[in-house]
T-cell receptor
Framework: DAGVIQSPRHEVTEMGQEVTLRCKPISGHDYLFWYRQTMMRGLELLIYFNNNVPIDDSGMPEDRFSAKMPNASFSTLKIQPSEPRDSAVYFC?????????????FGPGTRLTVL | AQTVTQSQPEMSVQEAETVTLSCTYDTSENNYYLFWYKQPPSRQMILVIRQEAYKQQNATENRFSVNFQKAAKSFSLKISDSQLGDTAMYFCAFMKRQGAQKLVFGQGTRLTINP
């Protein structure tokens, strides 16, 4: 099992550019989560999907952020236009189902720097 | 809304010592899960241990154990015989058992194990 895969691992872009982060969950996992980690706000949930359907996007900071899950094996988080305050580490996580333990398996994260 | 508080931003101990990390949380829920995640310098989020609120017995995983005090809403992590590889950020997290599959994280404790 390859685990949750995220790409790119690092992204440096200039303010105003579009940024797309990618995630491949563990095969068979029905839930997919996007988290953002910053020094100021810590780890916060942005959005999560169940069976490719967005369930809760209340953590998405503003309209510049959008997330999609076109199929069970792929999700994107897009920022357009990007701003310096979007600089953070973005994690994707997946879990098979809301079972007794609910462990979320995290990807390695994408470090985004917006200049 | 649930909140998780880790009151120790940083801790440092010598190798082989025992160390306890504190975590308190606030919730009106009766059924929930609590987790400790480890984030080493590699940035990967790794589940250390989990506790189900309806279980009175404290969870243990090898050198890691918790002291779960439901009435006090306290969930501390004890690391016995600490090793250099335990050096990492440690996050306490909360999840409701029913409904939204949201992990709510504390701000983290940076633990350094010195040789």
């Amino acid at each position: 099992d390859a685990g949750v895969i995220q790409s790119p691992r690092h992204e440096v872009t200039e303010m105003g550019q579009e940024v797309t982060l990618r995630c491949k969950p563990i095969s068979g996992h029905d839930y997919l989560f996007w988290y953002r980690q910053t020094m100021m706000r810590g780890l916060e949930l942005l959005i999560y999907f169940n069976n490719n359907v967005p369930i809760d996007d209340s953590g998405m900071p503003e309209d510049r952020f959008s997330a999609k899950m076109p199929n069970a094996s792929f999700s994107t988080l897009k920022i357009q236009p990007s701003e310096p305050r979007d600089s953070a580490v973005y994690f994707c996580a997946s879990t098979p189902y809301p079972g007794s333990y609910n462990e979320q398996f995290f990807g390695p994260g994408t470090r985004l720097t917006v200049l | 809304a649930q909140t998780v508080t880790q009151s120790q931003p940083e801790m440092s101990v010598q190798e082989a010592e025992t160390v306890t990390l504190s975590c308190t949380y606030d919730t009106s829920e009766n059924n929930y899960y609590l987790f400790w995640y480890k984030q080493p310098p590699s940035r990967q989020m790794i589940l250390v241990i989990r506790q189900e609120a309806y279980k009175q017995q404290n969870a243990t995983e090898n050198r890691f154990s918790v002291n779960f005090q439901k009435a006090a809403k306290s969930f501390s992590l004890k690391i016995s015989d600490s090793q250099l590889g335990d050096t990492a950020m440690y996050f306490c997290a909360f999840m409701k058992r029913q409904g939204a599959q949201k992990l709510v994280f504390g701000q983290g404790t940076r633990l350094t194990i010195n040789p």
